[in-house]
């Protein structure tokens, strides 16, 4: 890891504004609190190391997206005593955890710093009861550990069975301080549950409270942790080089495109000189900047040697340099190579990272974004979870008393790949077995299909509607084999005067599905002997009767609710 440091000093140079601060006590006058430990890396160097990368971004963005965009809950796992009053603090804290900031904003602005720095810091700020009210993220750039407190006796309360126990260790509290530009004035924190308190101004230990002056809390997550150095490294540590390589040919190209590429040809003049007009003209038509460099040029030449009566014969050679179709960017299997070097360190597919390069389909998208959620972004997440659940939730459930605050616990929300086809084979197969209610039913076709329909529980008056749809303006007949509902086209209007034994037959069917409520007028049975032996205008009827009897609004599109109805019930 040395090397690493010493070879990004050598090449990025940036200034580290805690540099004067590490050894002893300060020579800036700001300073005059404990010593600070230096990291390996200077974080700012790191940021700025990122931004020349042109791979890199995209991974952390990838990141950010992935693993802290999906949102968030608080979840009860008791089976009683829920405090609700409890639920909604929590809910509310994760939700607007700091002034004009989200969850998803605090998360993001985290793993980002993490990714980056392999570093974040998130500050927790308490109320005068000792219950945290706000938290925010501080700047990795700007912050640095310092000296550990003295040792001191601590008593911690581990769940072990049913019960909490109280167990007494020995261990050093970590202090931190935050320095926004070089000069300014240093600001002590103490870490998360610090028994000890610390002085915000200057960084002095104690037993007992300073007030309004005691340092706020900072909860400090690491990506890899380094065996020598209390703070971590990014996953992209050890490419590195492979950054800065695939940079530096970034650069050299642009320079190469820059000064037009190689030259196209060379003029080889032998026994004569070149006219000082024909020179500057040639000159002019190969410099970089001409914007017409395929222009024909005649050049003057004079004989240079031989009597005046008798010259030497002038010999012109043109010689190309490389090909004829204009200049070409170098290093390119090299950068490829570099680039995947700097995917691997995160374990992405491309596909997440807005590539193009790898073809793909459905199945294959589906494969890499699932085997990414497994390995990469589930892991991730459920960290921060137990995280969150171990320090902030259980602090805020032991100080409001709740009698078993090891069920309060975060859960992220996990990214979710699910075609329509399969959550409509879903939804039937939970009809069949009579596992959900209608209401439920409708519920899961309006998520589906994107519509807002509204359960029935009048079936006259569902009918009223369809019969009033059809009367203005025609019905719509189709044949509905196996989910299949063939081109429709408009015939007789479906009058009011249904015949009842059809309208009975419509609502036996949901029955039998597990889609209605009622007692049925006929068997199983005979059901589905009388469905097999209607007419063909019957069961064509039948197919908008059975919607018609399940949604109290259905007259915005007759025919596309009956093929969604009959693609969500499937072979009647």
Known sequence: MEKVADTLTN??????????????????????????????????????????????????????????????????????????ELMA??????????????????????????????????EIMRGADGKILFMRQAPAATIRLIRPSPQIEKEVFIKRGANYESFSINLKE?????????????????????????????????????????GTEIIHET??????????????????VNILSARNGELINLDYFQSGGTPPVVFLIKNGSISKSAKTTLNALFDP????????????????????????????????????????AQFGPFMARAEQQIKSSFRLPSIVLGGSGESSNY???????????????????????????LTVIRDMALRMGVPDPENYVLQ?????????????????????????????????????????????DNEDEAL????????????????????????????????????KSLVNLSNDILIVKGLKKGELTQSIDDVLVAFNTLPDTDKNHLKYLMPASFFDSYTSDVQGLAEIFSCAMGSY
């Open 363 to 389: 199945a294959t998208a589906f494969v890499a974004y699932q085997t990414a959620e497994q390995q990469v972004f589930a892991p991730e997440r459920l960290e921060y979870d137990n995280l969150m659940t």
């Open 89 to 122: 603090i929590l809910q509310d804290l994760l939700n607007n955890p700091f002034p004009q900031t989200t969850s998803i904003a605090l998360r993001r602005a985290l793993r980002r710093d993490k990714e980056i720095t392999g570093n974040s810091y998130m």
């Open 223 to 240: 990506n890899i942790k380094n065996s020598n150095n209390p703070y971590g490294t990014p996953k992209w540590i050890n490419s590195i």
């Open 464 to 499: 009223n509607q369809l019969s009033t749809e059809s009367d203005s303006g025609g019905t719509i007949e189709g044949t509905m084999t196996n989910n299949n509902v063939e081109q429709a086209r408009p015939v007789t209007p479906l009058s009011k005067s249904v015949d």
């Open 11 to 84: 090449v990025v140079s940036v200034e580290d504004i805690f540099e004067d601060n590490y050894e002893g006590f300060s020579t800036n006058s700001a300073f005059s609190g404990p010593k600070l430990i230096k990291p390996l890396i200077n974080p700012a160097l790191l940021f700025d190391i990122m931004e020349m990368s042109s791979v890199l971004p995209q991974c952390i963005d990838s990141m950010e997206c992935n693993i802290d965009g999906t949102g968030q809950n608080i979840v009860y796992r008791g089976s009683d005593n829920k405090n609700e």
């Open 289 to 328: 900047s001409a914007k017409l460099r395929q222009r024909s040029v005649v050049a003057e030449v004079n004989p240079s040697t031989g009597a005046l009566d008798s010259a030497e014969k002038i010999d012109v050679q043109v010689e190309r340099f490389g090909s004829g179709d204009g200049v070409h």
């Open 174 to 214: 970590k202090g931190f301080v935050q320095l926004t530009t070089k000069g300014a004035k240093p600001v002590y924190f103490r870490e998360f549950g610090a028994q000890q308190y610390i002085h915000r101004y200057t960084g002095e230990w104690s037993s007992t409270s300073f007030g309004a002056e005691d």
């Open 412 to 456: 992220s929300n996990p990214l979710s790949i699910v075609d329509t086809s399969t959550q409509i084979k879903a939804i039937n197969l939970a009809a069949d077995k009579h596992a959900i209610t209608k209401d439920s039913y409708v519920e899961a076709v309006n998520s589906v299909v994107s519509l807002d329909l509204i359960v029935s």
